[in-house]
């Protein structure tokens, strides 16, 4: 994994791990509960606020009502047996609405970075309607514990035995805390709240996301089963939605049950533009492509046992594999969630790429496999632990979530468009990457005259001279993404003739450290004088 830090003003944001939100309501029960959970700080912290949920989501329907407050206390523990009261406006107790969620006062702890620790909460609504998550978070393991019959408050001493079973996991639904580093609300359905994946560490992390955010970001994971992106959309995600004002970045890993239930693309385009508008202006916007959906007659051993169902055709007219073109900015689209600068939506922050890593090809719809019944996935739906893993060690290696959380860099770039890789593209088509090394004058007027750049290999220029490219410039102040035309193709140099682009070829973009775009019309770019790295791509 990459290195790189981000030189990011110091906020109040998520710094651990493994927030989340009930998806059940139990009701043959206690009419209160004891919760242990644990969690890993991403940041060294000397105080900690959490975030109780009393509210549960209902899979496409959306967030409901467990129908009554719940009196709450709750506790910091760490190390294990040593605790440390959190108030709530001061009281010792407090109480979360019917339907809401409640911030606690910040309580005074030190805990290093990477470490776990445990949250206690005692949850009393008084009437046997308990909120819990069922999706496969509980990590018995890492003392996750949660008592629903005849629980008595345990926050400040003794032994929480759990009795809620395997299924039955209740927490805070977010961890905050004063962070110079990203943070992430991963929204998404049971794929990224975890499902047929495991605990296999001392982290905790399961499903799609968790695995590789948690390897270095705090993160609240949003994922319930049965979820879509039309809820989040729709107004069915209002506590959920107000948290993101606790993050730097949104993932969005919705989409495949729209899909399953027969959802337009433009439809689904559409509900993704929706519920981006919903977020704060701070929260960065990240999609990430969506695996397959198959049927199998061999349990996922082999490409061949393998048939899409359902809505979830083969082939480069399906809607999946055009929903995630589209997101990779392989497809345009058009009006308000069309494509922006270059060939990316405009209000798309990044992409991450997951479909490419767990899917055959692009446009097959069906599984990679290890030869082992289930091996990937056992259900042709989610993957199992070893499909979790290898997609975590895929993004990992491609350094993917450092990527969309600093910057969009010239890996991303190579991530998203094989061209600039050197690799092959989805039609085969093999083009080598060119870079080069130049030093230019302080200020190119580019829109007003066409600007020489020299020392550049013609190999792919040559061939096309009035294509379109994309050029990546790296100066230690930021990233800028220039789209422009050549216009001709001399000697060792090549002629650039932004003057004849359109739309939005005729901008640039720059990113800060934190990743904020200020994108401009092409009238000067300002570079450091002395040589600085330069990749072309031809894009489509």
């Not at 606690?104 to 308990?130: C, E, H, M, Q, Y």
């Not at 994108?519 to 072309?536: K, M």
């Amino acid at each position: 994994m990459s290195n790189q830090q981000a030189s990011i003003a110091p906020y109040l944001g998520v710094v651990a791990t493994r927030g989340a939100f009930p998806n059940q309501l139990d009701a043959a029960h206690g009419t209160a509960m004891m919760s242990r959970s644990f969690h890993r700080t991403m940041v060294g912290v000397s105080g900690l606020q959490i975030v109780i949920p009393n509210f549960w989501v209902n899979g496409a329907a959306g967030e409901t009502a467990p129908g009554q407050a719940a009196t709450v206390t709750a506790s910091i523990e760490y190390p294990a047996g040593v605790f440390s009261q959190i108030k709530f406006a001061g009281a010792t107790s407090g109480s979360v609405l019917n339907n809401s969620t409640l911030l606690s006062d910040v309580v005074p702890v030190t805990i290093p970075a990477k470490t776990g620790f445990w949250v206690r909460i005692f949850f009393n609504p008084g009437v046997a309607s308990l909120p819990f998550k069922s999706d496969g978070l509980k990590a018995t393991v890492l003392g996750d514990a949660q008592t629903i019959t005849g629980a008595t408050d345990q926050t400040l001493s003794g032994t929480v035995v759990d009795g809620g079973g395997a299924n039955f996991w209740f927490g805070p639904a977010a961890i905050i805390g004063v962070t110079s580093q990203p943070s992430f609300l991963l929204a998404g359905d049971s794929r990224v709240a975890n499902s047929h994946d495991s605990v296999n560490d001392n982290t905790g992390d399961m499903g799609l996301l968790a695995r590789t955010v948690g390897a270095k970001y705090g993160y609240i994971n949003g994922g319930t089963s049965a979820d879509t992106i039309n809820a989040w959309a729709g107004g069915l995600a209002t506590n959920r939605i107000a948290l993101a004002s606790w993050v730097s970045h949104v993932v969005c890993q919705l989409g495949l049950n729209d899909v399953g239930a027969g959802s337009l693309i433009e439809t689904t385009k559409s509900n993704y533009l929706r519920f981006h508008n919903l977020l704060p202006p701070t929260c960065k916007f990240i999609l990430s492509t969506i695996p397959a959906n198959s049927a199998s007659s061999d349990s996922w051993a082999t490409i061949s046992g393998q048939k899409p169902t359902g809505f979830f055709t083969e082939g480069k007219n399906s809607t999946l594999f055009l929903l995630n073109d589209w997101m990779r900015g392989a497809v345009s689209g058009s009006g308000a969630y069309g494509v922006g600068v270059g060939d990316r939506p405009a209000w798309v922050d990044g992409v991450i790429e997951i479909a490419d890593v767990l899917m055959y090809a692009r446009e097959s719809n069906k599984w990679v496999v290890t030869g082992a019944a289930g091996g990937i996935t056992d259900d042709g739906i989610h993957p199992t632990q070893a499909g979790c893993l290898l997609l975590a060690a895929a993004l990992q290696n491609s350094n993917a979530i450092d990527n969309v959380a600093f910057s969009i860099s010239p890996s991303y770039e190579a991530a998203r468009n094989p061209r600039l890789a050197g690799t092959t593209d989805k039609d085969g088509v093999v083009t080598p990457a060119m870079q080069l090394v130049s030093p230019l004058p302080n200020s190119l007027a580019l829109a007003i005259t066409p600007v020489n750049v020299t020392n550049v290999s013609t190999t792919i220029l040559a061939a096309n001279p009035n294509a379109k490219y994309r050029c990546i410039k790296n100066p230690s102040a930021g990233t800028i993404t220039l789209n422009f035309h050549v216009a001709a193709v001399a000697g060792t140099g090549i002629v650039l003739n932004p003057a004849a682009a359109t739309g939005p070829l005729d901008q640039y973009e720059m990113y800060d450290a934190k990743g904020n775009m200020d994108r401009r019309e092409i009238t000067a770019i300002a570079s450091a004088a002395g040589p600085f790295l330069l990749s072309i791509v031809e894009v489509q």
